[in-house]
């Protein structure tokens, strides 16, 4: 067709649509001034709309429908707009019913993510389209694609939704649903005008804190209780569960089980932060020694004391115990234990070189340090080089004193081992108490004996002499003599309500005395026990136990236990006097000249015939 063809043509077409004036209804005639010329025209680029077809409007905003935001690249305008769009459905809008079941509004009533389209008749997840959620869950039957049908086409399974298999939460709990859900929430406060996200962030940074600190709360206190009872925390390594079997992690899941802090602990907190590994066992306790020795030094006044003794525990490792020794507010005397420290070398350097800094690195003021207290070793307390010398040149202030009850211990060991009847003693007494002890059956016998069997004389005379085992103080005019006897006799006593006889302590000299004590009075069950050994027995323990049972018949050996056991009396009160933490130099010093007048007594006449009517009644 020529080009004028063409612009007449589309002239005429265009007048079909031009309104009439009004003055006029007819067409108007065609004027005779030709007509601008027009640009060409391309016939394929004309549409025109049907006046019959209808125009499609959707029932509701597209901004509201999340079909309209599948497979597409969204902006950060499109996912806000998306966030905040209305989940509700219209007011009185009925869903398809598809095989019997439908989509209900109720369930997104419940779930801010659940978003339903109604033009497509499907549900749809809010979260997981604007922020992943690529995992697939079951009931995926119409959609080819891997991507969960709440991402990609749509979920319509709607016989499954609830009930038994119920995917819309298994979508909900999914891993991938989780995590979009958090970037959900932290896009939103991102973009929320007048929300700072760093207190967005802040504030759950911390009620995770205050979660934590509950569980940990928990555990410490776990740690701390099995400290107190001095039980070990771990133990063996179970191949079989792959876990440990010690007393802490007992304790710990026993206790989770009524502690809704500690079980939510265990459960959710990572595996790095559950604080129950040993490192962390020891870490706590550690923190535990430093909070309660920082308390015990804030009483302290201007002037202290310090103690020290070094020895091998049972790891074969040289440490040295630490305590102090002040006077508080309250004019109390008090003993506070400070700590172990390791010590890798004994020589007296090595010891100053680590129990000053010790000290100071506890918060100790040195200058307010008036008085040490060693044993009696040539490296602790020597004269010219030892270690109480080293701290006396450093501050001259601090006096040493040998600890008196080393000092009594051994003046009770050079007296005892310098007389042979006595030495004597212990040796054939450490022979017998362990002969008894030897044995599970030989325990349970002598048991049974003493618990039977009762030394009607002996307790005749405990009774004659007046002794009372609750008695808290003796007669004023009660003379040295007599008060050696009732000192003897309530020892006696105290070694009857022993279930055995203890065996000898092989260092500490003033303890062996509770052995003489049990033996004085159980001395009839011994020599019945004895007997039953020797009938029962052959060979070598019958031999032994026809020996013991000659020897404790002998008057040698009846004499000096009397003898020994009742000077040992004097000198076992005076032990437990300068053992105790509230003693002081006035109780020490009436002691010791109380037990030096009874020994001195019991040489007198009279307090011989009473030992002889003891011995006598064996």
Not at 63 to 81: E, G, M, Q, R, T
Not at 457 to 478: F, P, R, V, W, Y
């Amino acid at each position: 067709m020529e080009p004028n063809a063409k612009r007449q043509k589309l002239r005429q077409t265009t007048l079909l649509f031009k309104p009439a004036s009004a003055s006029s209804t007819s067409v108007e005639p065609e004027s005779s001034i030709p007509p601008e010329p027009l640009p060409p025209v391309n016939e394929s680029s004309l549409t025109f709309d049907s006046p019959n077809k209808e125009q499609h409007t959707s029932p509701v905003n597209d901004i509201n429908d999340p079909a309209n935001y599948i497979s597409k690249k969204l902006s950060d305008d499109d996912k806000l707009s998306f966030l905040k769009s209305k989940s509700d459905l219209p007011h009185n809008f009925e869903c398809p019913v598809t095989a019997g079941r439908k989509f209900k509004s109720s369930w997104m009533q419940q779930r801010p993510w659940l978003r339903y389209s109604i033009t497509k008749d499907r549900a749809f997840c809010a979260y997981c389209i604007c922020f992943g959620g690529k995992k697939n869950i079951p009931g995926n039957t119409s959609c080819s694609s891997n991507l969960s049908p709440f991402v990609s086409c749509g979920f319509s399974n709607w016989k499954k939704a609830t009930g038994k298999d119920n995917y819309i939460d298994q979508h909900m709990l999914s891993e991938a649903h989780q995590t979009a859900e958090e970037m959900a929430h932290c896009f939103l406060a991102t973009c929320q005008p007048g929300k700072d996200i760093v207190a967005k962030l802040s504030k759950l940074l911390s009620e995770q804190q205050i979660r934590t600190k509950k569980g940990l709360l928990s555990i410490i206190d776990v740690i701390i209780k099995l400290a107190m009872r001095g039980a070990p925390l771990r133990g063996n390594w179970v191949k079989k569960t792959g876990e440990e079997n010690g007393n802490f992690i007992f304790f710990v899941n026993w206790k989770s089980e009524f502690d809704k802090d500690l079980k939510d602990h265990l459960e959710h907190a990572p595996k790095n932060a559950k604080f129950t590994s040993p490192r962390i066992q020891n870490e706590i306790i550690s923190l535990c020694e430093s909070i309660i020795r920082e308390r015990v030094i804030a009483t302290v006044q201007t002037y202290w004391s310090v103690m020290a003794d070094e020895t091998t525990d049972v790891s074969a490792m040289e440490q040295m115990s630490i305590c102090i020794r002040f006077v508080n507010s309250n004019m109390e005397v008090c003993e506070e234990f400070l700590g172990f420290v390791k010590l890798t070398k004994m020589d007296a350097q090595s010891v100053f070189d680590v129990l000053i800094p010790t000290l100071k690195g506890w918060g100790l003021d040195l200058t307010g340090l008036v008085g040490q207290g060693y044993d009696g070793a040539a490296v602790m307390s020597g004269s010219n080089n030892g270690l109480q010398k080293k701290v006396f040149d450093a501050y001259p202030n601090a006096v040493y004193v040998h600890c008196r009850s080393h000092v009594l211990n051994l003046a009770l060991a050079g007296a005892c081992t310098g007389i042979d009847g006595v030495r004597d003693l212990f040796d054939n007494v450490a022979k017998i108490t362990s002969f008894l002890g030897d044995g599970a059956k030989r325990k349970e016998m002598f048991k049974q004996n003493a618990a039977t069997e009762a030394n009607d004389e002996l307790t005749a005379l405990l009774k004659e002499s007046g002794n009372d085992d609750n008695e808290e103080e003796e007669d004023e005019d009660e003379n040295d003599d007599d008060h050696g006897l009732h000192k003897s006799n309530k020892a006696i006593l105290r070694g009857a309500k022993k279930k055995t006889v203890p065996k000898l302590c092989p260092t500490r000299w003033s303890s062996r005395v509770e052995t003489l004590f049990a033996l004085m009075a159980k001395y009839s069950s011994v020599m019945e026990s004895l007997e039953q050994i020797a009938a029962q027995s052959k060979g070598e323990p019958r031999h032994n136990a026809q020996s013991y049972i000659r020897l404790m018949k002998t008057p040698q050996f009846i004499v000096a236990l009397v003898v020994v056991q009742f000077i040992l009396s004097f000198t076992a009160a005076v032990t437990k006097i300068l053992q105790a933490k509230e003693c002081n130099l006035g109780d020490a010093y009436e002691e010791v000249n109380g037990a030096k007048e009874c020994i001195r007594a019991s040489r007198a006449d009279d307090s011989r015939i009473k030992l002889w009517g003891k011995i006598q009644s064996i």
